[in-house]
């Protein structure tokens, strides 16, 4: 069995600081790991994803990941975030390289100020 | 390129009714998986289809049944609905496995059961 847990539920931050989203998760098997952003009304989209090789992982709109296998971590971050990153974030695990049948956290709302 | 479409958009039932689901998957995938989405929650994962076959099926109940179809548009089928199956359900279309595909999901369709 897997699990992912999504260490802050919200997050605020003002326009043009950095940001990271913190994500743990547990699992029996080799997993592969995913950030999503979702924006209201919309489904998920793919920010990122780590299947192998380096640890540090970069994705659109200027995200990055660092897998740490030691901490069970996959925590994302931005060095510098815009009024648009304002969205849920959600970590997700699965078993398949194209993350078909993932395992979610419950996503971290970050919320952007002017 | 068509991206992952599903229909109705919003749906309001009363308990105990019946209710069936679209999703038309992204030109040419054949993996769809569905996803239930409570409110203030990660997407869980209901259940896989491949070429026509369930291929793998989340912690659900039976009353939560799917169908894929030729063209690999797929449905959700969900019977005697409760008021806990309210939630944005949510497909995602692959094409198949290899790590160089990803799931794109659709913009799921809002069930309210009252």
């Known amino acids: 069995a897997q699990s992912v847990t999504q260490l802050d539920s919200q997050v605020p931050v003002f326009e043009e600081a950095p940001v990271e989203l913190r994500c743990n998760y547990s699992?029996?098997?080799?997993?592969?790991l995913f950030w999503y952003v979702q924006y209201p009304n919309q489904g998920l989209q793919l920010l990122l994803k780590?299947?192998?090789?380096?640890?540090l992982v970069k994705g659109i709109n200027g995200f990055e990941a660092e897998f740490n296998k030691s901490q069970t971590s996959f925590h994302l971050r931005k060095p510098s975030v815009h009024i648009s990153d304002t969205a849920e974030y959600f970590c997700?695990?699965?078993?398949?390289?194209?993350?078909?049948?993932?395992?979610f956290g419950d996503g971290t709302t970050l919320t952007v100020k002017p | 390129e068509t991206g992952v479409t599903q229909s109705p958009t919003h749906l309001i039932k009363t308990r105990g009714q019946q209710v069936t689901l679209r999703c038309s998957s992204q030109s040419g995938h054949n993996t769809v998986s569905w996803y239930q989405q409570a409110l203030g929650q990660g997407p869980q994962f209901i259940f896989q289809y491949y070429r026509e076959e369930e291929n793998g099926r989340g912690n659900f109940p039976p009353r939560f049944s799917g169908l894929q179809f030729p063209n690999y548009s797929s449905e959700l089928n969900v019977n005697a609905l409760e008021l806990d199956d309210s939630a944005l359900y949510l497909c995602a279309s692959s094409s198949g496995q290899g790590d160089r595909n990803e799931q794109f999901f659709g913009p799921g369709t809002r069930l309210t059961v009252l």
């Open positions: 997700a695990v699965s078993k398949n390289t194209n993350a078909g049948k993932s395992t």
């Open positions: 780590y299947l192998s090789g380096s640890t």
């Open positions: 699992s029996s098997v080799s997993v592969y």
